[in-house]
């Protein structure tokens, strides 16, 4: 599969568009870099289907769907934005229609049932489309899911890579278009797909606890707690999910500025699987006590460790 030329197709299901608006204010590198080909090893993509950017609408949008089911822009990369209703599963009815041609009604879960079978990579954007986000939320009446759960964790696309999750609702801008293009170098063989964790997120972003990258640790070490918002501590006694959620926004959200904890609110988790259900919810109810507990009994026993490898460091 020659892959100098590389289609991108947006898909919006069950969703907000707020990845869109996400992608739209990422800045290293900006989407304009990566489809006008500014970035080396990215040119020659072209982004044919993106309900939301794109000019095409009505029949003229749901013809480049048809198009894309028929086999006219292969090779290309599917990226879904929102989540995917089974109908089947859930109370008979029709929950997410991206189009109509010529009286042919078009479900999302036939695009994507097409789609996934043609795709040389997918790639889910943001919590709704990775895990289901809050169209899954209990008692989940439309049998929402994410690509992850509606492809299954061994599905391959024609390139041979799994589904690639970024996380976040919204994941961080940089985030979204680092990703995309990680996953097309990794395609065209020009870089390694990077690793990724159990949720088939890549390890170098979400490797690490929103809590052990955050700029409140320092209050958190110290047993400050803010008890109220806009008070000077660390925001678990305000329902911070940060010990139990993989994140790095307190590292990057544009241009190094923001960040949920960096700003003062309480991470509520949207980048764990679980959310919005629990442990991530209720939001501002307090997190569950054992990772306190059991970081707490780590953090003492690190710290002996560490005063004894400092009293014995050589003098320098
Ligand atoms: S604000 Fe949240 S993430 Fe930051 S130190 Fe406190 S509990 Fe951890
Ligand atoms: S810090 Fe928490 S609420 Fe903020 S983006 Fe990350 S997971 Fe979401």
Redesign the pocket.
């Known amino acids: 599969m020659s892959l100098k030329e590389l289609n991108l197709i947006w898909l919006e299901g069950q969703d907000c568009a707020g990845d869109t608006i996400s992608i739209k204010q990422a800045s290293n590198p900006t989407l304009i870099d990566v489809v006008t080909g500014a970035i080396p090893g990215l040119g020659g993509l072209k982004l044919v289907y993106h309900p939301t950017l794109m000019f095409e609408w009505g029949e003229d949008a749901a013809k480049v769907l048809i198009d894309a089911m028929e086999g006219k822009y292969d090779p290309f990369v599917l990226i879904l934005e929102g989540a995917i209703p089974e109908e089947a599963k859930a109370t008979p009815g029709v929950y997410c229609v991206v189009g109509e041609y010529k009286e042919r009604i078009l479900m999302l879960s036939e695009v994507i049932d097409s789609l996934a079978k043609r795709c040389a990579i997918a790639i889910a954007v943001g919590n709704c489309a990775s895990y289901g986000g809050p169209p899954r939320a209990h008692p989940n009446p439309t049998g929402a899911q994410g690509l992850l759960g509606y492809l299954g964790k061994g599905w391959k696309g024609a390139l041979g890579l799994p589904v690639i999750c970024i996380s976040?609702?919204p994941p961080?801008p940089d985030n979204i278009v680092q990703v995309i293009g990680h996953a097309v170098l990794a395609g065209r063989g020009v870089a390694p797909l990077p690793e990724l964790d159990e949720w088939h997120r890549p390890v170098y972003l979400y490797g690490h606890t929103?809590h052990e990258i955050c700029p409140l640790c320092g209050f958190y070490s110290g047993g400050v707690d803010a008890h109220k918002f806009g008070e000077t501590g660390c925001l678990g006694a305000l329902g911070c999910?940060?010990p139990i959620?993989n994140?790095n926004?307190?590292s990057i959200w544009m241009d190094g500025y923001g960040?949920?904890?960096k700003t003062g609110?309480p991470?509520?988790?949207?980048?764990?699987p679980s959310f919005p259900d629990p442990p991530t919810s209720p939001f501002f109810a307090k997190p569950p006590m054992s990772p306190f507990i059991t970081e707490t009994v780590k953090g003492m026993w690190g710290h002996i460790k560490m005063g004894f490898a400092r009293l014995k460091r050589r003098k320098i």
Do not use: S
């Open positions: 976040g609702c961080r929103i999910k940060g959620t994140c926004a307190a960040g949920c904890t609110v991470c509520f988790g949207c980048a764990d």
